[in-house]
Each structure stands twice: as structure tokens, then as C-alpha cells.
Nanobody, 129 residues
Framework: QVQLVETGGGLVQAGGSLRLSCATS????????RAWFRQAPGKERDFVAA????????YYEDSVKGRFTISRDNAKDTVFLQMNSLKPEDTAVYYC??????????????????????WGQGTQVTVSS
């Protein structure tokens, strides 16, 4: 059974930092596109960032560019999201996801949640003002 487990969420003041991790078990996705999405209460699930299988390509939603960094450790089959300069509008449940069919791609493909077939359970990030 495939499991993606996100950790690292929590409560932080505006301007602070958090580092999310997404560990994988049950199957290896070391060469697949991985991504982070987020969902605030009453809103749709939105794209945050994605990374290609070899880590050579990364994609970011405009509002997080320069503040968030996605990375991966393929030896551990784990993906990370370093979030700096956090803002109250970053408050959401953050989900990691895997596109098991692609190793690389475009921003258009990476940002579309319909292309991801495995999801974690989510981790809450709350940024206070």
C-alpha cells in the first residue's frame, strides 16, 4: 500500500519559517514528478510547487516564488518544502503528491492536480499575523 506522509506543519508567526517533509512507503517514486499543493478552508486545492524526477526542474506558483523552495532526496524518496517569510495567507493544509506517470514536464502539467495519482493526508500550516 502506497503511503505519502507529510510532516513539519505547525503554527508560526508571520515572517517565520517551516520545513515540510513528505516521506514515501509502499512504492518507489524516486524518478517521478513530485509536488506540493495547499487548500485553505472553503477554497480549492491550489498548486504550490513541483520538482522533476532528477530535481533539475522546479516550478512555483507566483505568490511563493522567492520564499519557498522545493527539493528532494531520491536516496530517501523524500520531498521537502522549505517555506520562508511566511504570510498569513499561506495558512492552509499542505498536501504532497506524486505523478507516477511522468519524470519531468511543464509548469502547465505540474500545476494541474488532476495529473497526480497519489496524495498524502496533509499537514496543517497556520501563520499568525
Amino acid at each position: 500500500q502506497v503511503q505519502l506522509v507529510e510532516t513539519g506543519g505547525g503554527l508560526v508567526q508571520a515572517g517565520g519559517s517551516l520545513r515540510l517533509s513528505c516521506a514515501t512507503s509502499g512504492r518507489t517514486f524516486r524518478n517521478n514528478v513530485r509536488a506540493w499543493f495547499r487548500q485553505a478552508p472553503g477554497k480549492e486545492r491550489d498548486f504550490v510547487a513541483a520538482i522533476s524526477g532528477n530535481g533539475g526542474a522546479t516550478y512555483y506558483e507566483d505568490s511563493v516564488k522567492g520564499r519557498f523552495t522545493i527539493s528532494r532526496d531520491n536516496a530517501k524518496d523524500t520531498v521537502f518544502l522549505q517555506m520562508n517569510s511566511l504570510k498569513p495567507e499561506d495558512t492552509a493544509v499542505y498536501y504532497c503528491a506524486v505523478d507516477s506517470r511522468y519524470y519531468t514536464g511543464s509548469y502547465q502539467r505540474a500545476s494541474n492536480f488532476h495529473n497526480y495519482d497519489y496524495w498524502g493526508q496533509g499537514t496543517q500550516v497556520t501563520v499568525s499575523s
